[in-house]
């Protein structure tokens, strides 16, 4: 698996739960790659997706995290999202540190016609970052700021 020289890498065990991934494990495409590309793992060779419709795809691996504070984020691939308009249907999928189950994808078809995904297509890319826990003090008031509690455009267009 090729790594970006010189970028902090971390420790992340992965358990391939299926025989059909055999030969397609997941991979970072390029040095450069800060994503590693997801495959698709289901028995049949493919899978219709209808439009607007949203389909929980396996990748038949569970993984485990092995530094603190880091969680895995899964994105849509580009291509996928932008040529056939399958994208991740919440965003952005989060993959706790303490989660052991198998990562399922959920892809959301945002074109308008049925989309067909295969065995083995890459249908999105898992990014490790880190997160903080927030430590919530309830309180009754929030200081002031200029902005207030403007929001959902209220600066304008331009």
């Known amino acids: 698996m090729p790594v970006l020289k010189n970028a902090p890498s971390i420790e992340v065990k992965v358990k391939y ?34 439009a607007g419709d949203r389909v929980a795809v396996p990748t038949g691996l569970a993984i485990e995290i092995m530094t603190p ?31 052991r189950g198998e990562i399922i994808v959920s892809l959301l078809n945002t ?3 049925t989309r067909e995904i295969f065995r083995g297509q890459r249908i999105a890319q898992l990014i490790f970052m880190p997160f903080h826990m927030a430590r919530l003090i309830k309180v009754d008031e929030l200081s002031d700021t200029s902005r207030g509690a403007g929001g959902f455009g209220h600066t304008g267009k331009v």
Do not use: H, M, W
């Not at 698709?40 to 899978?47: H, K, P, R, T, V």
């Not at 969680?71 to 706790?96: E, H, N, P, W, Y």
């Open 111 to 113: 074109s308008n016609e």
């Open 69 to 99: 504070g880091v969680a895995g984020f899964l994105f849509s691939r580009s291509g996928l999202g932008a040529k056939d308009g399958l994208t991740v249907s919440q965003g952005v999928g989060v993959i706790d540190p303490d989660y």
């Open 17 to 50: 739960l299926s025989s059909l991934l055999s030969g397609n494990e997941p991979e970072y495409a390029t040095d450069g790659s800060a994503g590693i590309d997801l495959p698709a793992c289901f028995e049949e060779d493919s899978l219709l997706i209808a």
